[in-house]
Structure formats: structure tokens, C-alpha cells
């Protein structure tokens, strides 16, 4: 039924650590342990290279910070509010986005290189890395844990690897856009019964790939969806496809339980006609806010936030924030939904009552802020921010600082919590 | 790819211009910059030259790939601009173009900024030491 093994406990034998890798080496082979009998001298030196057997542990409570400019990640730890170590090596890693195997422990890393990086966090060390690409801009991993789908814009289309070794199982060119060159593709998001969903830049169309055969995937298109879709959501159940458009004031909805009803077009005209903002940084779907029944979504080029009926699929107000919106995220249990801001309000975060659906607080972590992310249960969130070099963790509650983390420029932050969620 | 810069219609536009105001005999001006009010003037402080730095890395870099090598954006390598006008590129840092993602900068930087950046960009040392 399905071509791809099943994932084994060690993915790959280990010799000896090399100098080259980051953070800790594998357990103390059996080489070494022959060397601490005969020959105390070498012994010592053999203790020296191998480090100490790694504690047993999960990693519930495990995550990533990226540090764009070194090519590098940290691996942190939630509950110790601590970094464990560090992993280099992983190329170009602006715009870096990250998914998890469905174990938690291992992170796959897209760069804007097309480099694709299997991460070790409990080794700390790079499994296993390909070049995929000449320009990249995320993923998604499969429901089923065992396909990775890279989506870059250089060469244009979605390409398909084997979870555990990377191998390339399927290439999908995406279709031209205007200027006949292949479309960049964004909004990649994994979906229910084993499908994937993304959005044509240029082409202005959204695609469903069918991927329980992942040598043979099926693409069911929807042109027309509208000009410049720039990233997309999938719903927290699973339902909904929406793509953000750029090129016009409105948004695309693909039902994924009805796809044979087509994608429809909602909140058409937004911006009442009135010539938007510039827009100094794109807007971000993924890192969805659907809180009680209602999606908060980014109003481009306003300092706006959208509420949307997700039964009716209709606006239902707005919310006036200090900036345009990037990232707009629910908390876990969907009682606040938090925001932060494109140039030149990047340095303030608010944070929205869903209940009342007003702006209950204005933070000013640091200088630009890139993202935030929520502990597994959102007790705290984690915020970036690139140009004070540090990582913030607030408590959600009292809104509380209560640790910082040393970070070079730090921009995207991913827990594993992300391995169990539909979308992410 | 990438969007393709829409820049002949500037040029033309800027060549036009430049036409009509400079002087005869100075028809070399024309193919340069300095034939209109972007001409390449004093450098930025050093100080300015790197917060430009910063700005294109960090936030013209969120389209462009903080390596300059493209992404939603076309690219800002060398390689891909060289053989592009230079006015064009300024106006098009300072105006944005419509129908495209790229935005106006100008509440960022002043026009003698902008053609500064452009010049580090067409000949690749954007990155070379603070100078003049």
C-alpha cells in the first residue's frame, strides 16, 4: 500500500563523532569501550572524543530557534527556558521554516537555498541534508509522518521526499504564471487522508495533491482563485484550505471535505476600495488564529485584523492593531490571539481578547520582532526578536517577562508541539 | 522565475528627460546617473552605510533573500543587475511598482541613499568596508 518503510529507531549506524559535527556526539561506541580495557593512555584520549552517553529523554518540551545569518539553529528546551546547544551548517536559512517528525525528535529544516536539513534534536546533529533547489521557501510533512514536501520557487513546484532518508519520491512542477516562467509556490500545507495543499504565486491557483502514493501523486487544480495568493491555512480540523490573495483585496476557500464544489471566494473587497499601505513584509497564513469558531486573519496593507465567521465564512468585524499584521496567532486554548507587526511597527506586539475582540495589551519586546511561538498548552510564548539578539518568553497570563534567551538575530522559533498538529 | 523588472518604460522616461536638460555636450551624462537628481552624490556616513546595509539584509531581504538571491523578489546579486539601469532601480526603491509586492521606500532612505545602495548592488561590493 505504501512504498516507504516504516521509520526504524536509529535511522543510521554511528562511528565515532568527527570534530566537525555541532552540539554532542552518539553513545559511547563498542570501539571505545575496548579501548578504556587495553590501553588506559588511549583510553583517555578515546573518553576525550566520545562524548558521554546522551540522558534518556522526550521532546515534548524541545524546540528550535533560528539564527538566520549564522545558518545555524538552536535547540531549546521550554521547560529549562534554556539552550541546549546548537546546530550548524544548514545553509541559507532566511525565511526558514521547520516541520516535525511525527516522534518529535527530529526537525526538517527548509532554507532559502532549497537546502532541506533532517535535524537530530536529542543528538543534535545534522541526519541528513539535500540541496533540493535553487530557491525555497518552506514545507509540510505528510499526515502520515513519512512524506516531507518541500515548496520552492526556483525551479517553480512541490517536490516529494522520503521522511526518514530524503530521497525524492516525486517532483511537481508547478504551472506558469503570466510571464511563462514557472509559479512560485506558497501556502504548502499538509491536509487530511493524505493530501497536500498549496497556492500558484503567479498563476493565481490553488492545488489539492493527493499524496498516499507519493511516487505517483494526484493534483487536482483550481484556477482562478484569484491574483497573488500569498500563503495560505489549513483549519485546526482540517477542513478549510484559505489562501491570502496579495494581488486583490479578498480571500480563496477550498472546503477539502467538498473539493468537487470548487474554491469560493470570501471577503471580497475588503479594503472597501481604499488604496492600501505599503506593505514592507508579507503577511503569514501559516500559524493559523482560529479562536472559538472565528478565524483572525491579516488585513494586507491595513492595521487591521479580519474576524471571520468560520461557519458562514463571512467578516464579523475588525480589530484596529498598531500595524500591519504578520503573524496573527491563536494561544493554544484560543482565549488571546497575539500579533506582531511589519516595518516600521516591528517592535510592538498586541494582544487580542477574543472574547471582546479588542486590544487588551501592547508589548514592546525589543527591536524587530519576527515571530512567536506558544508552548505546547500556552502557558508562554516565546517571541524573537532579531535586533536586540535575544529570544523573550513571556507568561500569558500576567504578560509577565520571564526569561530571556541569547540568540544572534533570531527569527523563526518551532516546538515539536507542531509534530501533532494538522497544518503544521 | 521571477518578476521581471518592468524598467524599460522608466528608462525611457528618465533617458527623456535627461535629454531635454542636459546641456549639449554632455551627452555622456545620459547613460549615467549623474544626468538626473539621482546622481550618485556624497556616500553615506559610515554609520548610515551600514543601517542601509542592515535594511536591505534584514528587510528588502524578506523578498530578496538575505543573500540577495531572490525569493518573491527577483534578485539583487551583481550577477542580475548589472547590465540593468541604475536610475530605474532608484526610482523603483524610492516609488515601488505597482501590480508588483515591492513596496515604496522612501520614507526609509532619501533618493542620494537609494542610488548608493543601487551602485554597491550593480557592481557587488555591497559589502565591501565603509568608504566614501
Excluded at chain 1, 530521497?167 to 493524505?194: C, E, F, N, W, Y
Amino acid at each position: 500500500m505504501h512504498p516507504i518503510p516504516a521509520e526504524s529507531d536509529r535511522a543510521a549506524s554511528h562511528g565515532l563523532p568527527t570534530t566537525g559535527h555541532a552540539g554532542k556526539g552518539p553513545g559511547v561506541p563498542a570501539g571505545c569501550r575496548r579501548a578504556f580495557a587495553v590501553f588506559a593512555m588511549l583510553a583517555a584520549l578515546a573518553l576525550a572524543g566520545c562524548a558521554a552517553p546522551l540522558p534518556l529523554r522526550g521532546t515534548g518540551d524541545l524546540g528550535v530557534v533560528i539564527e538566520r545569518e549564522d545558518g545555524r539553529l538552536q535547540v531549546v528546551d521550554t521547560s529549562a527556558h534554556a539552550t541546549l546547544g546548537t546546530v550548524d551548517g544548514l545553509g541559507d536559512l532566511s525565511h526558514a521554516s521547520v516541520v516535525y517528525s511525527r516522534d518529535g525528535r527530529y526537525a526538517y529544516v527548509f532554507g532559502r537555498d532549497g537546502g532541506l536539513t533532517k535535524v537530530d534534536l536529542l543528538e543534535r546533529r545534522i541526519d541528513r541534508r539535500t540541496l533540493q533547489a535553487g530557491n525555497s521557501i518552506g514545507g509540510a510533512i505528510s499526515q502520515d509522518g513519512r512524506v516531507v514536501a518541500a515548496q520552492n520557487y526556483a525551479p517553480g513546484g512541490i517536490k516529494l521526499f522520503d521522511a526518514r532518508t530524503l530521497a525524492l519520491l516525486a517532483d511537481i512542477p508547478s504551472a506558469a504564471g503570466p510571464d511563462g516562467q514557472r509559479s512560485k509556490v506558497v501556502g504548502l500545507t499538509d491536509a487530511p487522508d493524505g493530501r497536500f495543499v498549496a497556492s500558484l504565486f503567479d498563476a493565481g491557483e490553488i492545488w489539492l495533491i493527493d499524496a498516499r502514493n507519493p511516487r505517483m501523486p494526484q493534483v487536482t487544480r483550481f484556477r482562478g482563485i484569484g491574483r497573488q495568493p500569498y500563503d495560505g491555512l489549513v483549519t485546526p480540523d482540517g477542513r478549510y484550505y484559505v489562501a491570502g490573495l496579495f494581488g486583490e483585496d479578498g480571500v480563496a476557500l477550498v472546503d477539502l471535505w467538498h473539493p468537487e464544489r470548487g474554491a469560493t471566494r470570501i471577503l471580497d473587497g475588503y479594503g472597501k476600495g481604499e488604496a492600501r499601505l505599503p506593505v514592507y513584509k508579507m503577511p503569514h497564513l501559516r500559524g493559523w488564529a482560529i479562536a472559538d469558531g472565528y478565524a483572525f486573519l491579516p488585513a494586507v496593507g491595513r492595521h487591521e485584523v479580519l474576524i471571520v465567521d468560520t461557519r458562514t465564512w463571512r467578516e464579523v468585524g475588525r480589530v484596529a492593531v498598531a500595524g500591519q499584521p504578520v503573524f496573527v496567532i491563536a494561544r493554544p486554548d484560543a482565549r488571546q490571539v497575539w500579533v506582531n507587526f511589519a516595518l516600521p511597527d516591528n517592535g510592538k506586539v498586541q494582544v487580542i481578547d477574543t472574547e471582546t475582540r479588542r486590544v487588551t495589551a501592547t508589548l514592546a519586546p525589543g527591536r524587530a520582532v519576527l515571530h512567536l511561538e506558544f508552548t505546547p498548552r500556552g502557558e508562554e510564548v516565546w517571541i524573537s526578536v532579531r535586533d536586540d539578539n535575544r529570544v523573550v518568553v513571556y507568561d500569558t497570563a500576567t504578560l509577565a517577562r520571564i526569561a530571556t534567551l541569547a540568540a544572534n538575530a533570531p527569527s523563526g522559533i518551532f516546538f515539536t508541539s507542531r509534530a501533532t498538529r494538522i497544518g503544521f | 522565475m521571477c518578476v521581471r523588472p518592468r524598467i524599460r518604460i522608466a528608462a525611457v522616461a528618465l533617458l527623456g528627460t535627461a535629454a531635454v536638460l542636459a546641456p549639449v555636450g554632455a551627452p555622456a551624462q545620459l547613460t549615467g546617473a549623474g544626468a538626473t537628481t539621482t546622481a550618485a552624490g556624497p556616500a553615506p556616513a559610515p554609520a548610515r552605510q551600514r543601517e542601509l546595509r542592515a535594511l536591505l539584509r534584514q528587510d528588502c531581504g524578506a523578498c530578496h533573500g538575505m543573500r540577495l538571491t531572490g525569493g518573491l523578489g527577483p534578485p539583487l546579486t551583481a550577477e542580475a543587475l548589472y547590465d540593468k539601469p541604475a536610475d530605474s532601480m532608484t526610482e523603483t526603491i524610492l516609488s515601488g511598482r505597482p501590480g508588483t509586492a515591492m513596496p515604496p521606500w522612501r520614507h526609509f532612505m532619501t533618493e542620494t541613499e537609494a542610488a548608493w545602495l543601487v551602485a554597491r548592488l550593480r557592481n557587488g561590493t555591497i559589502d565591501a568596508p565603509d568608504s566614501r
